[in-house]
């Protein structure tokens, strides 16, 4: 299935009675134009009706780009633009939306005939948004040629793409968090105000339709793609039929429970009671689902596999879900990382889980036993997680995280695998993130987060800071890894 939207946005012209129209018409052709010559010409359309501050231009424009297949909308300012009439499309369009203006070309357009004040109509546009409590993307500098507006709306297709589809998602939860493991729960209520469903299961009817699959047909070449995926690193070639199984299972059970929602994302459990009773442990089949861009958190961590889908949708890219896990052993980091990578020892750590990082983002991969959990369980029951490195490069560590009081909250934070062999077990790999030692205390223990995060290959930081306060998330609850020359608000002076 497709699990990501792709992102259409209208771009409508917006003009002021008492400027020349044709300002913002050819403003509006030359960004359509420009945006088509760097980036990809499907990702925008150029809505032909110009609103001259007209309500039914405005509805016109709104009906437009709705048949145009839009998703999205961003207002181009070409001039100073009607406050009322283009703040109302805004309100009324469904999707999400951005604003953005033209700057004044050359010395003739600061004539009479040719100024456009599109500078002084953005503070206009913004307070009329705030009067109608419409949330917009507002680049950091909104003013530009028209290069530097196809810039703009470059950088607001990853926020769209993940805004829209947090609107229209599914998540999928199976069992209750597992005994002593608080960590995971938070109350689902600002899901809703996300606009995000939340179907809850119980681990007996997941467990009656993988029964219910026993004889599915499609088990084999299932199994058989697993086995061409895994190559050498099959070391459990035996339950191979088992997680095709399961797999099957999830797989039908998001076609049969999607409902009205487009896309899905799954919080699944893993133990304690799954592996005697499956008989093997998911985190194969869970990293299988997220390479596909369905990902599956580990542990019933519903807001992790929010936080994932988020990156999938922002990164276009594979996402995974790991613990903050180990510190960097000080042998390793002399031996490895001193002298060879700018960070301190507190610089770094380890993430880490069991098995749920696609193959695709590890160095080389086997499958193979639980070892945490063999040291209580036959090992028998403990197969089916993957195992090895994760690819060294530039990462993104963030979660989205609902408080117990229902506050939203999110951290942001960008670093790096580093090439450096973890010599340990499970998908893992050894983190750089500047800074990390101050951020993990005064972000990550002061404000009471869990310890998954999600993992996004790339630097995603600007888009996801501006998906989180897109949602609603206070930018004062937004937290980052601050430089050395900023203190956290708890930080004690006295060092």
Request: negative net charge; charged residues 20%.
């Amino acid at each position: 299935m497709n699990n990501t939207p792709k992102v259409k946005i209208g771009i409508v012209g917006v003009s002021r009675d008492c400027f020349p129209a044709e300002l913002t018409i050819r403003r509006r052709k030359a960004l359509a134009d420009a945006y088509a010559k760097k980036y990809d010409a499907a990702d925008i359309y150029e809505c032909p009706v110009t609103i001259i501050e007209s309500e039914i231009h405005m509805q016109q424009a709104l009906e437009d780009i709705k048949k145009a297949g839009c998703n999205a909308l961003c207002v181009y300012l070409g001039n100073f633009g009607p406050e009322i009439s283009e703040t109302m499309l805004a309100q009324q369009f469904c999707g999400p939306k951005m604003f953005c203006a033209a700057a004044e070309e050359d010395y003739d357009s600061v004539t009479t005939s040719g100024r456009g004040d599109a500078y002084c109509g953005m503070l206009n546009a913004s307070y009329n948004l705030a009067l109608r409590n419409v949330k917009a993307y507002i680049p950091e500098y909104p003013v530009g040629d028209a290069e530097d507006c196809a810039d703009m709306i470059h950088d607001f297709v990853p926020i769209a793409r993940a805004v829209y589809a947090l609107q229209n998602l599914k998540i999928i939860s199976f069992g209750p968090r597992p005994l002593n493991f608080l960590a995971c729960n938070a109350p689902i209520k600002q899901l809703y105000n996300l606009g995000v469903e939340i179907e809850e299961n119980s681990e007996l009817d997941l467990f009656e339709s993988f029964n219910n699959h026993a004889d599915d047909k499609r088990i084999a070449d299932v199994a058989k793609e697993m086995a061409e995926e895994l190559g050498a690193g099959n070391k459990k070639p035996e339950v191979l039929n088992k997680l095709a199984q399961y797999e099957l299972t999830l797989v039908d059970w998001i076609e049969a429970h999607k409902g009205s929602k487009e896309f899905v994302a799954i919080a699944g459990k893993c133990w304690p009671a799954f592996q005697t009773q499956f008989g093997f442990v998911p985190c194969y089949v869970n990293s299988r689902l997220t390479g596909r861009g369905i990902p599956v958190s580990c542990e019933v961590d519903i807001y992790g596999c929010l936080s994932e889908y988020i990156g999938t949708c922002v990164s276009d890219d594979i996402v995974t879900l790991l613990d903050i896990n180990n510190s960097v052993p000080k042998c390793m980091y002399d031996d490895s990382i001193k002298g060879k990578f700018d960070y301190k020892h507190t610089d770094t750590f380890m993430g880490f889980h069991c098995g749920n990082t696609c193959s695709k983002k590890l160095t080389s991969c086997e499958m193979k036993n639980q070892a945490i959990m063999a040291r209580s369980l036959p090992v028998e029951v403990t197969n089916g997680t993957l195992e090895g490195d994760i690819v060294p490069g530039p990462v993104t560590f963030y979660r989205l995280q609902s408080t117990a009081d229902s506050i939203l909250r999110a951290y942001v934070a960008e670093g790096e695998v580093l090439p450096v062999a973890t010599r340990s077990f499970g998908g893992i790999g050894v983190f750089a993130i500047p800074e990390m030692g101050r951020f993990y205390r005064h972000v990550l223990i002061e404000k009471n987060y869990p310890h998954h995060g999600a993992v996004a290959f790339g630097h995603f930081g600007k888009a996801l800071f501006e998906v989180f306060k897109y949602i609603g998330v206070k930018v004062d609850e937004i937290g980052y890894n601050q430089p050395a020359s900023l203190p956290y608000p708890t930080e004690n002076p006295f060092k």
